[in-house]
T-cell receptor, first 109, second 113 residues
């Protein structure tokens, strides 16, 4: 089983849609969770950290479910500029950062 | 905002040659990483570095690879006897204290001919 698994993509949605991604992880000792976005041929950029109580940043909401070992990212009112690959990152120690394979999102006019 | 910088942005090298990829992490960060991403594939962990030594490395990071932090600011990845399959984007990242996120440089595209 892969250590970090993400929803297979691609997701193609119209502008204004709400879209959700899930990511499951296998290591129950994982401590920190992040969502990154990566544009084509660019570096991953931190989108948001994921906190135990869930957190929101504008149109983006991240949630953590430790019991089921998954995190989620919800994007509301999606924009054309949200088109990117979204990477789930999980770590159980500073040296143990695990990336998911990424979920590709395309927002269409 | 401080950022991780990488040089060169693009490196073209003949197969069998050695390359050194350079990174300047954010100055007060403690943990340093190298990743690679083959075109169209996922980001792959290569190595992590803390307290002037390798703390973890992946199965990809074999004897062909080495890292150094020679002067307290630069963090380099050396690839010896390059192969065609080493062609990829190489990203450097750094982070501060525990549980803080990594910050990535904008990568070096390595092309092996």
């Amino acid at each position: 089983r892969k250590e970090v698994e993400q929803d297979p993509g691609p997701f193609n949605v119209p502008e204004g849609a709400t879209v959700a991604f899930n990511c499951t992880y296998s290591n129950s000792a994982s401590q920190s969770f992040f969502w990154y976005r990566q544009d084509c041929r660019k570096e991953p950029k931190l989108l948001m950290s994921v906190y135990s109580s869930g957190n929101e940043d504008g149109r983006f909401t991240a949630q953590l479910n430790r019991a089921s070992q998954y995190i989620s990212l919800l994007i509301r009112d999606s924009k054309l500029s949200d088109s990117a690959t979204y990477l789930c990152v999980v770590n159980s120690s500073p040296d143990d950062m695990r990336f998911g394979a990424g979920t590709r999102l395309t927002v269409k006019p | 905002e401080p950022e991780v910088t990488q040089t060169p942005s693009h490196q073209v090298t003949q197969m069998g040659q050695e390359v050194i990829l350079r990174c300047v992490p954010i100055s007060n960060h403690l943990y340093f990483y190298w990743y690679r991403q083959i075109l169209g594939q996922k980001v792959e962990f290569l190595v992590s570095f803390y307290n002037n030594e390798i703390s973890e490395k992946s199965e990809i990071f074999d004897d062909q690879f080495s890292v150094e932090r020679p002067d307290g600011s630069n963090f380099t990845l050396k690839i010896r006897s390059t192969k065609l399959e080493d062609s990829a984007m190489y990203f450097c990242a750094s982070r501060g204290q525990n549980n803080q996120p990594q910050h990535f440089g904008d990568g070096t595209r390595l092309s092996i001919l």
